[in-house]
């Protein structure tokens, strides 16, 4: 395969634009956009709406879905989520392209990393320059280029960008899901490996918090009359944690214990959070009723125990259709001089939620980089233009039919 004039031109449009992609992200990574930090997403809104206006677009800021949070009291309320961005383009073309990001990061307001700096050996360290605003810019830099190629108006194309995907999607994952089932192709931006590998299957994940009400009483007049939720809380954790080995790949991780008080009160309640992986489908059923078995079951008289959460993202495998679409990425890659690979990941993102909806979807499209989610997260800034060319280039093939979005939905759909 050649490359055609069509495509020249419009890889040339990235290259020309490939600095403004980095600079960009640097000033994105400094607006702290923490999930629970609703200032700083409404300024990253605003600044990713500007962005949207220098595209054919029309640009809308959606609702999400509240979702239900336990506290470390135990009690569970209702909390709102900041809105969605969605772009939408030619929305009525025969192919639906559906491209999605988040923008918010794990960093929370009052974080001690807050700017981006130039590291000595080039690489770009900064609050989420790969996770994922790096990403964005990729993004929306490609489909600027794209709009440019004379075969577009076959192809419509919608973009999500979320506030929520660090805790989960609980408030875009109907969002997501309504694109997945309507979409031919996704295209999600989380960043790559250092060495460009790319996410093949990922595991699905679950969060739980299982609170567990005793009965207070003093400790030392009366410790008899009392039930202990905090010893019993540590006895499930236990519990949970000897899940793990009893089947093949399913892990389970029991990340924090909260509850009690004083040294001479009996506490009352305790709240036990954790979080499954599975490999898939039969693995989630399975270790969701073990779970069910465990909160079914307390572990002294006088508590009971109250089950919240579940299963958040299904297991995205490698069928038939994410094996063809990676492939047709890869040879996409080839005409780049970009060598794609992939691997399984543990770990999760948007393109759990677009593959259970019935949408092929390749998940890390955007920059190379590492160390996300720490102090030390980096972006190497070659990448920038390296991977919008990639995901032009791809999107280019998509609207010649070198890559077949339509064959590659069925495909998944025969597998649902």
């Not at 980095?22 to 000033?27: E, H, I, L, M, Y």
């Not at 039930?227 to 009893?246: D, I, K, P, S, T």
């Not at 499954?276 to 489908?281: A, E, I, L, T, Y």
């Not at 993202?313 to 992939?342: H, S």
């Amino acid at each position: 395969m050649l490359l055609s004039a069509a495509e020249r031109s419009v890889l040339d449009q990235v290259t020309g634009s490939a600095d403004r992609l980095v600079s960009r992200a640097v000033t994105w990574a400094g607006i702290n956009s923490g999930s629970g930090n609703a200032d700083g997403l409404t300024r990253m809104l605003a600044e990713l709406e500007a962005a949207a206006a220098t595209l054919p677009c029309e640009a809308m800021q959606v609702a999400t879905a509240p979702s239900v949070v336990v506290g470390e009291d135990g009690e569970a309320t209702r909390r709102a989520h900041a809105p969605a961005l969605q772009l939408t383009c030619r929305p009525d073309a025969p192919v639906q392209i559906v491209l999605t990001g988040h923008y918010d990061t794990v960093f929370p307001a009052d974080s001690g990393f807050q700017t981006v700096v130039r590291r000595p050996d080039g690489a770009l360290n900064g609050p989420g320059v790969a996770d994922m605003k790096g990403g964005i810019s990729v993004m929306l830099g490609a489909l600027a280029a794209f709009e440019t190629h004379p075969d577009r108006h076959g192809v419509g194309w919608t973009v999500l960008l979320s506030p929520d995907e660090e805790i989960g999607s609980p408030g875009s994952a109907p969002l997501l899901a309504e694109l997945g089932a309507r979409g031919h192709l996704g295209l999600t931006y989380e960043p790559a490996l250092s060495d460009g590998t790319l996410a093949g299957a990922r595991k699905g994940s679950g969060n739980f918090h299982l609170v567990v009400h005793g009965k207070a009483a003093h400790a030392g007049r009366a410790f008899h009359e009392g039930a202990n939720a905090v010893a019993g809380a540590a006895m499930v954790a236990a519990r949970l944690h000897q899940l793990n080995g009893r089947r093949e790949g399913v892990t389970v991780n029991v990340a924090k214990i909260s509850g009690g008080g004083a040294l001479n009160v009996v506490a009352d309640r305790a709240v036990v959070r954790f979080n499954v992986r599975v490999p898939d489908s039969q693995s989630a059923a399975w270790v969701t009723d073990a779970v069910s078995e465990i909160a079914a079951d307390p572990p002294l008289p006088g508590l009971s125990l109250h089950l919240h959460g579940g299963m958040t993202r299904a297991p995205k495998p490698m069928d038939a259709a994410q094996t063809a679409l990676f492939e047709a990425v890869r040879q996409t890659g080839d005409l780049l001089g970009q060598t794609i690979a992939w691997k399984p990941s543990g770990g999760v993102c948007e393109g759990n939620n677009l593959h259970a909806a019935g949408l092929p979807n390749v998940d890390t499209l955007g920059v190379l980089g590492g160390d996300i989610h720490s102090d030390e997260e980096f972006a190497w800034p070659d990448s920038f233009g390296d991977r919008a060319r990639l995901s032009a280039l791809i999107l280019c093939r998509v609207a010649s039919g070198e890559i077949d979005a339509l064959k590659l939905k069925s495909l998944r759909l025969e597998t649902m």
